[in-house]
């Protein structure tokens, strides 16, 4: 083994202890003797990638790929900052190259989501297909569910995403001690169904609280504490806090999520689509006088899953954006949870949970707001709400852009392309000028 080898080895064991900036000083020291070091770039470009510095990233991963060609892990990682970069022709390229040299499963998912992310869902699907073909497992099983659900192939869709748990960005399936529902017949059983997630995945999975009702079950509903008191509005037979103890005896558990697989929904037998949730409160909010809409232009961030900062940064829009909603004869309120803007009505200083949310909205005559779980609480309410949608975001809103088949209240604003948010406000503005004219003519 020669010294510049073994270096490299070293700089491994420290990086994998967490120890950058050693393992960086390593690296540098192994080019300046050897520039040729394909393996010494390649880890450099993990440090810089690792970092948040993709721009770094990819010139260490060009170095990677030039001195050692016919690596086909330097080839996928040179295509995953590709991605990162927006550089999506060069991302498709590095992915193929790495396949071509050595078929595998991590290329084919990054291809998937390359695909996934430009709306070539058949071709994403066909990816992750290829992915499960070589083994991979949870993660490939995820995003080929996302992908098969948004091309309305349901059955196969939803029976795929239920291998989510454990996947990248996915929580871990909770330890219960009952067995899971797998579509056995509920008549006189008693389900305990759990929430998991993102909030706005939640609210809108608790209209499935009715699918299992229907079929005669029980149900005990296990949620988190921000939407206790909404949930009970959903019409279980008792609601808790994950994981307290249940009342009753449990014959089965299951994942809201997991529902629509084992009672085989369809978007059209889709529950709950026009209203199945309520608020608390019955006293009277005064916000002003005039049309009253709701804004929200900022999605809420999940500390417990870092890795999805990256899509809450392109669903987030600014206050700005949604400013010219305000005009005479229409009040203006802040759905916008920790931020403050000024010259708007705002209700969400000491709202403690979504029930309270819920009670504003249901004072509201429309709610416009960013792809978050303000959206989901509208439309379970029935409230009208206009939805700002990312150009490529499939969950759950699918390929849709107008109606939605999750919520008839919702109307979705998508965008022609990444990151073009110009488009769709240009569109919803002119829609709200024909709402506040043909309003005017009623009451004119």
């Known amino acids: ?21 050693e393992a960086d000083e390593l690296l540098q020291r192994v080019l300046m003797e050897d520039p040729s070091r394909g393996v010494a770039w390649a880890a450099r470009g993990q440090l810089e990638q690792e970092a948040g510095r993709s721009f770094n990233a990819m010139l260490h991963y ?15 990682n040179h295509g995953i900052t590709a991605t990162d970069l927006g550089l999506v022709a060069i991302a498709e390229d590095s992915f193929r190259r790495s396949i071509a040299i050595q078929d595998n499963a991590e290329s084919r998912i990054n291809l998937g989501n390359l695909y996934t992310s430009m709306m070539k869902l058949p071709e994403s699907a066909v990816e992750y297909q290829e992915a499960l073909r070589l083994g991979s497992g949870a993660q490939a099983h995820a995003a080929l569910g996302r992908v098969q659900i948004a091309l309305g192939d349901w059955e196969q869709g939803w029976q795929n995403y239920r ?12 330890e219960l001690p009952y067995p899971l529902w797998r579509g056995e017949p509920l008549d006189g059983k008693t389900i305990l169904l759990y929430s998991e997630q993102g909030f706005g995945d939640e609210i ?21 504490v921000p939407v206790y008191r909404l949930a009970k509005t959903a019409g279980a037979d008792h609601v808790m806090i994950q994981f307290d103890d249940p ?60 890795e999805t900062l990256k899509v809450w940064k392109a669903k987030t829009l600014t206050f700005e954006a ?3 909603l305000a005009r005479p004869g229409v009040t203006v309120v802040n759905l916008t949870q920790n931020h403050i803007a ?66 008839e209240s ?35």
């Open 204 to 224: 809108m999975s608790l209209r499935f609280v009715e699918t299992c009702k229907a079929l005669g079950a029980r149900v005990i509903l296990a949620v988190r």
């Open 342 to 407: 000024p010259g708007i009505v705002d209700p969400m200083i000491g709202v403690q949970d979504f029930a309270d949310t819920a009670w504003i909205m249901e004072h509201l005559d429309l709610v416009v707001t960013v792809d978050t779980s303000v959206a989901h609480l509208a439309g379970s309410l029935g409230t009208p709400v206009w939805t700002l949608s990312c150009h490529n975001l499939i969950w759950p809103w699918m390929q849709e852009d107008g109606r939605t088949s999750w919520y």
């Open 163 to 174: 291998h989510r748990f454990g996947a990248p960005s996915y929580p871990r399936r909770p």
């Open 1 to 21: 083994m020669d010294i510049s080898h073994a270096i490299i080895e070293r700089a491994g064991l420290l990086l994998a202890n967490g120890k950058r900036d």
């Open 322 to 324: 949604l400013a010219p």
């Open 247 to 306: 009342p009753w005896p449990v014959d089965y558990a299951c994942a809201l999520l997991d529902v629509p697989a084992h009672a085989k929904l369809t978007p059209a037998t889709l529950p709950g689509t026009s209203r199945y949730l309520s608020g608390h409160r019955r006293e009277r909010l005064d916000l002003g006088e005039g049309f009253k809409v709701g804004i929200c232009w900022a999605t809420g961030k999940r500390p417990l899953q870092p």
């Open 62 to 76: 060009n170095n990677a790929v030039r001195n050692s060609p016919e690596r086909h892990d330097f080839w996928c």
């Open 410 to 444: 919702m109307h979705l604003y998508r965008q022609p392309k990444a990151g073009d948010w110009a488009t769709p406000l240009r569109r919803l503005m002119a829609d709200f000028d024909r709402l506040l004219s043909r309003r005017g003519a009623l009451l004119g």
